[in-house]
């Protein structure tokens, strides 16, 4: 009688959002988030953002008391609180997002659509999912970036009013009025094989495919590789600076002479200058940093495989019908690939 009876339990969905979100997503559509999920029998349980306690409070239980799926409304930073959640307390439930922040870097790497919630709630409702790395940075999870310099404040000191009202061209205004502070940062780079040291004027560590909007940063980068790819931009000119991002913005940087670009499953970072932080566009831990990827932590919703043209993943997922993962292990230096 009691199977019976827990059979027919309704399924549950627990939905973690952030209302200060800058797009509004969230406050604009909850009646059609939760309309969407009742087509399917699920029941739509929602979380604020904010405290960490309660959230892990829940994900001790959601396994024992028929969640089926974490759905994560916000950005970056809000996915990043809930991985480590899950991480924390163990939970392996599959997870959807409804990108809703500023960057969305973690949605872009499979190319979940932002502006479309009819789009993202198709995805989120599906039965579709493709394993996903996560990155390890001195205790703490990321899922899409690590970044090192001095220019990443930007996105610190970028206010919530501002991204509202620009999106993510507040990061770039930012950006520039920081230009004139740009100076060169000693730092040593220790991987599996190799130690470096360099005169760098920032750095990136990907586990996804792009950083503060920029989605082509991560070239060659694959979300479930078990790599981190490390973007490395040397001291140059000043002059030099609006080459190097143009080149960025069209994904040819990785042909300047003042940028380095491999891959590795991990890497310390080093220096005795004080160097500012962040991880997923909140304020990191202070150097020494170890960073190490996670590969396959996360289930994730994607699309259909028979959207293939509209995923445009640069490599192969794993968990998608028809595709075979293809290892690629150890340190690759700067090259020029093609798929």
């Not at 790497?109 to 039965?127: E, H, Q, T």
Request: overall charge neutral; hydrophobic content about 40%.
């Amino acid at each position: 009688m009691t199977e019976q009876a827990n059979r027919r339990k309704p399924e549950k969905v627990l939905l973690f959002y952030n209302p200060k979100a800058s797009s509004g997503l969230f406050k604009n559509n909850l009646d059609k988030i939760i309309a969407r999920f009742q087509t399917i029998k699920q029941i739509v349980v929602p979380i604020r953002a904010g405290d960490d306690i309660v959230l892990d409070e829940f994900l001790e239980t959601v396994q024992d008391d028929n969640y089926v799926k974490i759905v994560v409304s916000g950005g970056d930073g809000t996915v990043n609180r809930v991985v480590n959640a899950m991480v924390r307390t163990g939970c392996e439930l599959p997870l959807a997002i409804l990108p809703a922040g500023t960057a969305n870097g973690f949605a872009h790497a499979f190319n979940i659509p932002p502006a479309d919630i009819d789009k993202m709630l198709d995805i989120a409702v599906g039965d579709n999912y493709a394993t996903a790395d996560v990155g390890l940075c001195n205790g703490s999870y990321f899922v899409n970036s690590v970044a090192i310099g001095a220019v990443i404040d930007a996105s610190q000191k970028t206010t919530t009013v501002t991204k509202y009202a620009l999106g993510i061209f507040a990061y770039y205004i930012k950006a520039l009025s920081e230009l004139h502070n740009l100076r060169a940062l000693d730092v040593t780079i220790t991987t599996p094989d190799r130690v470096m040291r360099e005169n760098i004027f920032f750095m990136v560590v990907l586990n996804g495919k792009s950083a503060a909007g920029l989605r082509r940063l991560g070239t060659h980068s694959d979300i479930s590789d078990g790599l981190l790819d490390v973007i490395i931009f040397k001291e140059m000119k000043v002059s030099e600076v609006p080459v190097m991002a143009l080149g960025v913005i069209q994904g040819k940087h990785i042909d300047n002479e003042n940028v380095i670009y491999f891959q590795t499953p991990r890497l310390k970072i080093e220096s005795c200058m004080p160097l500012g932080t962040d991880i997923d566009g909140e304020l990191g831990h202070p150097l020494p940093l170890e960073i190490e990827s996670v590969p396959g932590r996360l289930t994730v919703n994607v699309r259909p495989a028979s959207e293939p043209e509209e995923i445009g993943l640069s490599r192969r997922i794993p968990g998608l019908p028809g595709q075979e993962k293809k290892p690629w292990f150890g340190l690759k230096p700067r090259m020029n690939m093609k798929d």
